[in-house]
């Protein structure tokens, strides 16, 4: 008594939510992938390379372009899931626009935002050129041009690390994980692209917990000559040369340290993405004190969200890197088939 | 701890370098802590210092102070605490909220009555 | 038959608060500085004498600032102190016009019906007995608010109630006795003599008609000259003391002696003169939005009344002025808080036999030592300017607000100086804030200083913190100025252009700028001159603190997240585009407290100006940029 083919719905298509599809669809499970921008890829779109081994991010985009080429997948593109909810065995999803879309599992893989520069106004995002996000110098990168507004070639750039994590001024106690790991691939980058300019990189952890970060901190500092000042940016001001000033504590030698800077880049973090707060609102799935969605046990569960038939994929959990997220959300794959088969 | 009193040639002989956590007066740690509990979030990133406006013209490290009482080593906090202009940047900075003007207020407060023998 | 016991209670009580309150008075007197003697005098004998006397009325008797602010609660204590004041001038009246003798003892007039209890049978008498019962009557409906408010707070629109002594339960059992008591008393006698007006004839009819009246009658009176005698001798250690009290800080204020800054007489008067009504604790955000309610004006002013060790409260306020604005006693309570803070950690029995003998001045001498020291710093060169441009600490950590005005002052061709822009030193407010006012003037000394030097005609500070102390506790020459105040000069003598923008905005009075300096209309005149200004609640002088206020040294950042979330919420309630404030501390906190886009005046303003003709090279120094025609 084989009914019709499984039906799974996955909200988001990033990282997790492209491996999820290709895993369901592999499975012979008919999936429905809804994305909010133009095309799949979430923010792996804008990045240049990845750490730890800097290989080029296309590779990964390629990869997980494979994967969803399946004719079990249908992807809906420009559109997001604003509400879940069941109905008997079936699980119906509203989508932005007013169309309906229903099935019998819903995978959650609406990751991350970073974070918005702006609210850290000291900073000076958005107010003064020249300061600029880790995510606008991947862009740089791209275009292979780390230049100032002027067009002018930085001799000295600064990296702000913890920029809207582990901070309670703006509502985020949560460390994002990757940022440090981003800074030290980011520094390298730009002393390999401009070997004249100075790097300095401003962290009050360094926390390397992945495979080979660690090994590629020690690499930044003995073949690319990173510099490192241990202590929190309060605030940036510019000079009547145009060029930035912030002011830090060196905590390290216990004195207040000035800096100019051509370039300052501040390596924002990761907050549960707008759509998918909003999902968890409107679809009482519960939320932590990090305002990421909070799997049913922290241990054994991750994947679990605590309501029948619907499974948490990737950064919608936790800031995570990507060999992480493409874990978790295969996990998710395993939980949901098997929810699918015990109905 | 304080009553070690240097020998005649001013050097304080027979004085380890290290912090003797076990027989450090941590005295006016409690008394900070006590009316002050954010002291305890303090994870030194040195925010409060890069802001301060005192420190801009004189010695005067909140991040260090902070580090310094936790260990019970108040000597050289006696002067520093009364260059704090109690302007209260770093409290808009601090990204522990740790409520640094009343860190100041009680750190002079506990240093003035040790040195009264009220704690 | 004056030779009846039954009023001596009575008679005690009086006297004896009498003599009190002449004794008291000179104390008082005896302590106020030589100026201040002075003051009041010249007051007694010129035009403050009748200002208070009306003030006395309209106040003290007609509760015409309750009445604005709650009509029920200005009625219940409008009906207690104008009907009770009533009931003794036409009771003296009364005893006067239709007793045997003229000049009656004040206990004869009290106790006209027990005396004549015939009285009133017909005629004129009879009519003023009616007048006689509705005066009672009005106070008696008072009374009935008074004991509904004091178990059912709500039911007046107050949020929450004072907490009592054991000896303001006390004075306020036989506070509410005593009208009772009398109309009891008065009902028996008038129901075993067939006489009284429609209220007391008619319950003593009714009593005498199943009890026995003639009996009881005396018993009621004992309990109404008993209510009477123990409210008079508990009054000077009660709360109650408040009513003859402030008729003596009616008389000081309109005779101009203020708080200042140090403790005197006139703080001592104001202490007393606390009815503990709770006003303050209705309108203060620590209660409403953080849920603290023992640190509120009223709890500090009996903690200073009753000596107890107030250190804790003292320094948990937010200084933002909400409370002084509503005290309908009109005390000064920030002033006297901040009087307070200066004494630090003060060794309190010793205060308190000072205090008990009157000898208040003593208490400055035992002022906290000064804890803080700037001898670090040196005086600086000054370059010379006609405008100094002072941004202020937290200035610092919203560079658009400085970004914005150096662009406004250069469009509008301002030669000025930055003063601080590579960090200054702190105005000094917030040390004053904490009590330090000696530590303070080192800094502004300093300040002064490099003001001075640079024959600076105009100082704009961006921050209202430096405002108010720039203005009240700096000597200068040059002219002190918010930025609002500035730009909106700026805009009045055309030198600015400015675009309309099309926008919905509100703005919020920073405290020290709006009830701390009375600067509200030239913030406005600058919003509505760029785009659609929308009404908030709570506006102007009853503008919500952001919960950022320095003014507090021990609250929590959890709890200032409370008080500014809840104050951006009754700000943005009508979904503007745009929260504007006019202080860096302001907007730096609401902008943690709300999804809307909280911005300075400045930086309003400086989206508003025409489009700069585009740099060619960014080294170009900025006095360079022109501007082309306005949008």
């Given at each position: 008594m ?122 000076g ?7 600029i ?12 041009r ?20 582990r ?11 990757v ?18 300019c ?55 030698a ?26 968890a ?22 994947n679990?969200?605590?309501?029948a038939?619907i ?6 959990t ?26 | ?7 005649r040639?001013?050097?304080?002989v ?33 925010g ?72 | 038959?004056?030779?009846e ?8 009580g009086?006297?004896?608060i ?20 002075l ?10 004498f009748?200002?208070?006397?009306r ?13 604005k602010k709650?009509?029920?609660l200005?009625?219940?204590?409008m ?7 009533l ?18 003892p ?32 009005f ?10 408010k ?31 008591s009398?109309l ?8 075993v ?31 109404y ?8 001798f ?22 101009g ?49 009753n ?11 937010l200084?933002?002025?909400?409370c ?18 200066r ?8 205060l ?9 001045r003593?208490?400055?001498q ?108 700096y000597y ?13 000069l700026l805009?009045e003598e ?60 021990t609250?929590?950042?959890?709890k ?9 919420g ?29 911005s ?11 489009k ?20």
């Amino acid at each position: 008594m084989k009914e019709k083919t499984k039906h799974v719905i996955v909200a988001g298509g990033g990282v997790a939510g492209m491996e999820a599809a290709g895993s369901l669809a592999e499975m012979g499970i008919r999936v429905t992938l809804v994305e909010k921008g133009e095309d799949p890829g979430g923010h792996l779109l804008q990045w240049h390379a990845l750490f730890p081994g800097r290989r080029p991010a296309e590779e990964v985009r390629k990869y997980l372009r494979k994967r969803i080429a399946h004719e079990n997948i249908n992807v809906i593109t420009r559109t997001t899931v604003e509400k879940v909810r069941h109905h008997g065995h079936e699980i119906i999803a509203d989508l932005s626009g007013g169309t309906q879309e229903r099935a019998d599992a819903l995978i959650v893989a609406t990751g991350f935002d970073l974070f918005d520069a702006h609210r850290k106004e000291e900073y000076g995002y958005g107010i003064y050129d020249n300061v600029i996000t880790s995510a606008d110098l991947e862009e740089m990168f791209n275009r292979k041009r780390v230049v100032r507004t002027d067009g002018s070639v930085p001799s000295r750039i600064g990296f702000i690390h913890c920029v809207g994590s582990r901070d309670e001024k703006v509502n985020n106690n949560h460390c994002s994980k990757v940022c440090c790991v981003s800074a030290v691939k980011q520094a390298i980058e730009v002393r390999k692209l401009l070997p004249e300019c100075e790097v300095f990189c401003f962290y009050m952890d360094m926390r390397m917990f992945g495979p080979y970060y660690e090994e590629l901190y020690r690499e930044s500092q003995e073949v690319h000559n990173v510099n490192y000042i241990r202590g929190k940016v309060s605030e940036a001001s510019v000079n009547i040369n145009n060029r930035l000033v912030i002011k830090v504590e060196d905590t390290l030698a216990g004195r207040p340290l000035k800096m100019e800077l051509d370039l300052m880049v501040l390596m924002v973090g990761m907050e549960m993405s707008k759509p998918g707060a909003r999902l968890a609102e409107t679809s009482g799935l519960s939320t932590g004190i990090n305002r990421f969605l909070e799997s049913a046990d922290h241990h054994y569960g991750s994947n679990r969200s605590g309501v029948a038939g619907i499974f948490y994929a990737g950064t919608c959990t936790a800031p995570m890197n990507i060999t992480d997220t493409i874990s978790h959300s295969r996990a998710a794959v395993e939980e949901t088939v098997r929810y699918l088969g015990s109905k | 701890m304080s009553e070690q009193k240097a020998n005649r040639f001013g050097f304080a002989v027979n004085r380890s370098r290290a912090i003797n956590y076990d027989t450090s007066d941590r005295k006016v740690r409690e008394y900070v802590t006590l009316r002050e509990p954010s002291f305890r979030l303090c994870f030194a990133c040195g925010g409060c210092t890069a802001a301060c406006t005192a420190g801009q013209h004189a010695p005067f490290s909140l991040r260090k102070m902070n580090t310094y009482i936790r260990r019970g080593e108040i000597d050289t906090l006696r002067e520093e605490v009364a260059r704090c202009m109690l302007c209260g940047k770093c409290l808009l900075v601090c990204p522990r909220g740790v409520n640094t003007r009343n860190v100041v207020a009680m750190t002079a407060e506990g240093i003035r009555k040790l040195d009264r023998n009220e704690l | 038959m004056n030779s009846e016991i039954f009023i001596w209670p009575f008679n005690l009580g009086l006297y004896f608060i009498l003599i009190y309150s002449v004794v008291r008075s000179t104390i008082w007197f005896r302590s106020l500085s030589r100026a201040d003697k002075l003051r009041l005098q010249r007051g007694f004998f010129g035009m403050p004498f009748m200002q208070s006397i009306r003030e006395i009325f309209m106040e003290s008797l007609l509760h015409r600032r309750i009445f604005k602010k709650n009509p029920v609660l200005g009625y219940m204590h409008m009906s207690l102190a104008f009907g009770w004041f009533l009931l003794i001038v036409f009771g003296t009246i009364e005893a006067d016009f239709f007793g045997e003798r003229h000049l009656n003892p004040p206990s004869h007039a009290i106790f006209f019906r027990w005396f004549n209890p015939e009285h009133g049978a017909s005629g004129l008498a009879a009519i003023y007995g009616h007048w006689m019962d509705f005066l009672l009557v009005f106070i008696l409906s008072g009374l009935l608010l008074a004991v509904v408010k004091r178990f059912i707070p709500g039911m007046m629109g107050m949020k929450k109630t004072t907490r009592h002594t054991w000896t303001d339960r006390i004075a306020l059992t036989s506070l509410w006795l005593i009208f009772p008591s009398r109309l009891l008393a008065e009902g028996f006698t008038c129901g075993v003599h067939g006489s009284g007006g429609f209220l007391t004839g008619n319950l003593g009819a009714a009593l005498t008609s199943f009890l026995p009246a003639a009996d009881i009658a005396p018993y009621f009176w004992w309990l109404y000259s008993l209510s009477l005698g123990t409210f008079f001798f508990l009054l000077p250690v009660t709360r109650y003391f408040h009513i003859p009290v402030e008729l003596i800080l009616i008389f000081m204020r309109n005779s101009g002696i203020t708080t200042a800054d140090r403790w005197s007489a006139y703080s001592e008067v104001q202490t007393h003169a606390c009815s503990s009504c709770g006003i303050c604790i209705s309108v203060c955000q620590m209660s409403r939005a953080a849920g603290i309610n023992d640190m509120q004006s009223a709890y500090f002013i009996k903690g200073l009344r009753n000596e107890r060790d107030i250190a804790a409260i003292t320094a948990n306020c937010l200084m933002c002025g909400r409370c002084d604005e509503v005290c309908p006693v009109g005390i000064e309570l920030g002033p006297l808080r901040l009087i307070e803070r200066r004494q630090g950690e003060r060794p309190a029995t010793r205060l308190k036999f000072i205090d008990r003998y009157g000898l208040t001045r003593r208490r400055e001498q035992i002022e906290r030592e000064p804890t803080q020291s700037y001898s670090y710093l040196v005086p600086e060169e000054e370059e010379q300017a006609d405008v100094l441009f002072f941004a202020g600490c937290m200035t610092h950590l919203t560079p658009s607000v400085i970004v914005a005005m150096k662009k406004i002052m250069e469009s509008a061709g301002v030669m000025y100086r930055f003063m601080d822009e590579e960090g200054g030193v702190c105005c000094g407010r917030p040390l004053m804030l904490a009590g330090r006012d000696r530590e303070a003037r080192e800094l502004i000394n300093h300040n002064s200083d490099i003001i001075w030097k640079s024959g600076a005609k105009t100082l704009v500070t961006s921050c209202p913190i430096c405002y108010k102390v720039f203005r009240e506790s700096y000597y200068l020459e040059a002219q002190v100025m918010h930025h609002s105040e500035f730009i909106n000069l700026l805009i009045e003598e055309g030198s600015l252009r400015l675009g309309y923008l099309h926008r919905r905005v509100v703005y919020h009075d920073p405290c020290d700028l709006g009830r701390g300096s009375g600067i509200y209309d030239e913030p406005r005149a600058v919003i509505s001159y760029v785009a659609e200004l929308q009404p908030v609640p709570e506006a102007r002088s009853m503008s919500l603190c952001c919960g950022g206020s320095l003014g507090n040294l021990t609250l929590s950042s959890e709890k200032r997240a409370l008080i500014a979330a809840d104050a951006a919420g009754t700000l943005t309630r009508s979904a503007p585009d745009a929260l504007i404030t006019a202080c860096p501390q302001c907007k730096k906190t609401f902008a943690q407290a709300t999804e809307t886009r909280v911005s300075d005046i400045a930086e309003l303003v400086a989206v508003a100006l025409p489009k700069p003709v585009r740099r060619t090279r960014s080294r170009s120094s900025a006095n360079t940029v022109r501007t082309v025609a306005d949008g």
